[in-house]
């Protein structure tokens, strides 16, 4: 049995998968924001109920918004604060009783999308979260390519790439929370859709009531899903030209939206050198769950 926790802001979520990927349990509680030792002991709660649930003993693998520094064996770059600077995988282990894998998990997502999802079958997955913040990862092989600093697939913290008048004039951008100016994580995020729709329109809305709006034929709506879609494109056009994968899968919020795959991959040749692009553009089949069950399957099949 594989045990798979996805470490959140807000929730904690667990899943037990068998042998064949069948769930076998769920649960989620919420995050003991701000206090690590809470949040060390919620997941060894979780593992325990798991395997209370079950009857079964499982590895446990782990997604955390950040990464384990290959230098200092800690958390870095996580945007839950409070876990930065930790050695997160070696108090695990210690309260567990058993090894631990730990992974960024925007390459949970990569890894479950590639073992039994849209990427199923492809060799080199780039997997995108376009949520309230924007990430990547990497599989490669169904396991995760972390890279030798821990940052592979972190193209959400490059600049946009090829920025037109519109872009540099983007009333979303400040500095990002990393520090740097002008990430692509500023522009294809969903809080990014929603900042260039009030900056066009002057009202502010969430990003469900945007898509309705678009649906509705509101032409600001759809100034502002234009501006997107070709800011999307320009980012994955150049992770094709970096990585060039076998398959994008999409996850996050801005996934959903249906219209992306319609568009955006004829926009993206524009952008890769050569201008061809067959990559195929898929939405994450196992949805929000995907970062759960990539975690369990850190511990990749016999």
Request: with cysteine.
């Amino acid at each position: 049995m594989r045990i798979g926790i996805d470490l959140g802001g807000t929730k904690i979520e667990v899943i037990a998968l068998s042998e064949q990927g069948q769930e076998l349990f769920r649960k989620r509680v919420d995050t003991p924001r701000f206090d690590y030792q809470q949040t060390l002991l919620a997941i060894a709660g979780l593992v325990n109920d798991a395997e209370t649930a079950t009857g079964e003993k499982g590895s446990v693998g782990i997604g955390i918004p950040g990464t384990l520094s290959p230098v200092t064996g800690r958390v870095k770059n996580a945007n839950s604060v409070w876990l930065n600077g930790q050695p997160f995988d070696a108090d695990l282990r210690e309260l567990l009783k058993r090894e631990v894998r730990v992974a960024n998990d925007a390459n949970c997502l990569a890894v479950s999308e590639a073992v039994d999802g849209a990427g199923a079958g492809f060799p080199v997955v780039f997997a995108v979260i376009i949520g309230t913040g924007c990430g990547a990862g990497i599989a490669l092989n169904e396991q995760v390519h972390c890279g030798g600093n821990g940052v592979a697939g972190e193209w959400g913290h490059n600049p946009l790439p090829w920025q037109n008048e519109s872009d540099r004039q983007f009333k979303g951008v400040t500095d990002c929370y990393c520090g740097k100016p002008g990430c692509t994580e500023l522009f294809i995020s969903g809080t990014g859709f929603m900042a260039d729709y009030a900056a066009l329109s002057g009202e502010t809305c969430k990003g469900a009531e945007i898509i309705r709006r678009l649906s509705q034929g509101d032409l600001i709506a759809e100034q502002a899903m234009a501006n997107y879609e070709q800011r999307l494109a320009k980012a994955l056009g150049q992770a094709v030209n970096m990585l060039d994968p076998d398959v994008i899968v999409l996850g996050g919020g801005m996934s959903n939206v249906d219209r992306l795959y319609q568009t955006v991959p004829a926009l993206i040749r524009s952008w890769v050198f050569g201008g061809e692009c067959d990559t195929p553009i898929r939405k994450a089949v196992h949805g929000d769950s995907s970062g759960v069950r990539g975690a369990a399957w850190l511990w990749p099949k016999a």
